[in-house]
């Protein structure tokens, strides 16, 4: 068969094994400086036709796209929280993230850490969760017992302890 010409029933499938990035919006310094990178890694990646670069998304497709995932990747450089890879547990979805910023803490043992920048451990961790059931199901399970620790309520109790106390101090 012509791999320049594939059949209807490829483009199907390849379409439902897509890889598509996010980025956070197209007005952020972040990801208007990231974009060259980014191009240049898309761009010579052996899976390139299975990426689609969909740049801004509003909240509906961005929930569309997190619960539609089988893993979602987060290698952040630096992140001062972490709320995509809480975003991916509340929903049942497995994570792997580097160990950046304040990711460790947030996601404990829920989510699959890998040295910041390291390419072959990000691209293993990614293999083994989608490829290994039971740990895609072991992460599963920990994301929906640890996303709750970090929710509005316990958020905003949280702070108005602090302020109690501040204020009584």
């Given at each position: 068969?012509?791999?320049?010409?594939?059949?209807?029933?490829?483009?199907?499938?390849?379409?439902?094994?897509?890889?598509?990035?996010?980025?956070?919006?197209?007005?952020?310094?972040?990801?208007?400086?990231?974009?060259?990178?980014?191009?240049?890694?898309?761009?010579?990646?052996?899976?390139?036709?299975?990426?689609r670069r969909l740049g801004w998304v509003d909240d509906d497709a961005r929930w569309a796209l997190v619960r539609g995932?089988?893993?979602?990747?987060?290698?952040?450089?630096?992140?001062?929280?972490?709320?995509?890879?809480?975003?991916?547990?509340?929903?049942?979805?497995?994570?792997?993230?580097?160990?950046?910023?304040?990711?460790?803490?947030?996601?404990?043992?829920?989510?699959?850490?890998?040295?910041?920048?390291?390419?072959?451990?990000?691209?293993?961790?990614?293999?083994?969760?989608?490829?290994?059931?039971?740990?895609?199901?072991?992460?599963?399970?920990?994301?929906?017992?640890?996303?709750?620790?970090?929710?509005?309520?316990?958020?905003?109790?949280?702070?108005?302890?602090?302020?109690?106390?501040?204020?009584?101090?």
């Open positions: 068969a012509d791999r320049t010409s594939p059949s209807n029933a490829s483009l199907r499938r390849a379409e439902r094994n897509a890889v598509r990035t996010v980025a956070p919006t197209e007005r952020s310094e972040a990801a208007s400086s990231a974009s060259p990178a980014l191009t240049a890694a898309i761009d010579g990646a052996w899976h390139r036709r299975r990426i995932a089988s893993v979602v990747a987060y290698p952040s450089r630096y992140e001062g929280f972490g709320l995509v890879p809480l975003d991916a547990m509340s929903v049942g979805v497995p994570v792997v993230a580097t160990a950046a910023g304040a990711i460790a803490e947030v996601t404990g043992d829920a989510a699959r850490l890998v040295p910041v920048g390291d390419r072959d451990a990000l691209t293993e961790a990614l293999r083994e969760v989608l490829n290994d059931g039971d740990v895609s199901a072991g992460l599963i399970t920990a994301g929906n017992q640890r996303h709750p620790l970090f929710s509005w309520a316990t958020t905003v109790g949280g702070l108005m302890s602090l302020y109690r106390a501040a204020s009584e101090g």
